[in-house]
């Protein structure tokens, strides 16, 4: 059964203070990996997909990696604004493209 | 403006009065999906469907109907419902074959 497990649960940092969110994850095969932010009572809000070990994509402050166990979202100098949960969700090439969910890292930004 | 919208946004019901929550996506997506989310256990997909009038249970169909007769709409139907099945809905679509999910903002139910 596929699993995806997200840490810390909870992240608080001071505005333009950066660090790591962590998305470890078992597939049977790996077709794509998906981080989203989601916004409290709202849908969640797509930002990365990522393919294959190595790959790598940026949007703004924020960048996803990816290997072949885990995947990481790097957020730089972090404003209050980017306050939100995010979650990784993996697709496997067995399923029916159904996302297998983390329950999310719910980062606060203090100004 | 590409988008997946869902009606009503909250509901509040009783017991074993059937509601149709709706949905639809207006990217001519082929894959359509309905989640639940419920605090501590995260996102969980219902039921989904690769194309029209083709739909299949997802992890936790039991006590939900869909229907998919037009590629744009895909219905979550509940015909009894029960108050474990208070929840967060989310409908998604997406191109298929790997390709990002779009989620709608949610509608929030609760069964009283």
């Known amino acids: 059964e596929d699993q995806v497990t997200q840490s810390p649960e909870a992240l608080r940092l001071q505005e333009g203070e950066s660090s790591s969110l962590n998305c470890s994850y078992t597939v049977s095969g790996l077709r794509g990996l998906f981080w989203y932010r989601q916004d409290p009572g709202k849908g969640p809000e797509f930002l990365f997909t990522l393919y294959s070990a190595g790959e790598e994509k940026e949007k703004e402050r924020l960048k996803a990696t990816l290997t072949k166990k885990e995947s990481f979202l790097h957020i730089t100098a972090p404003k209050p604004e980017d306050s939100a949960t995010y979650l990784c969700a993996v697709i496997s090439n067995f399923g029916n493209e159904k996302l297998t969910f983390g329950t999310g890292t719910r980062l606060t930004i203090i100004p | 403006e590409a988008q997946v919208t869902q009606n009503p946004r909250y509901l509040i019901t009783v017991t074993g009065k059937k509601l149709t929550v709706t949905c639809s996506q207006n990217m001519n997506h082929e894959y359509m999906s309905w989640y639940r989310q419920d605090p501590g256990l995260g996102l969980r997909q219902i039921y989904y469907s690769m194309n029209v009038e083709v739909t299949d249970k997802g992890d936790v169909p039991e006590g939900y109907k869909v229907s998919r007769k037009e590629k744009r709409n895909f219905p979550l139907i509940l015909e009894s419902p029960s108050p474990n099945q208070t929840s967060l809905y989310f409908c998604?679509?997406?191109?298929?074959?790997?390709?990002?999910?779009?989620f709608g903002p949610g509608t929030r139910l609760t069964v009283l």
């Open positions: 998604a679509s997406s191109l298929g074959r790997g390709r990002a999910q779009y």
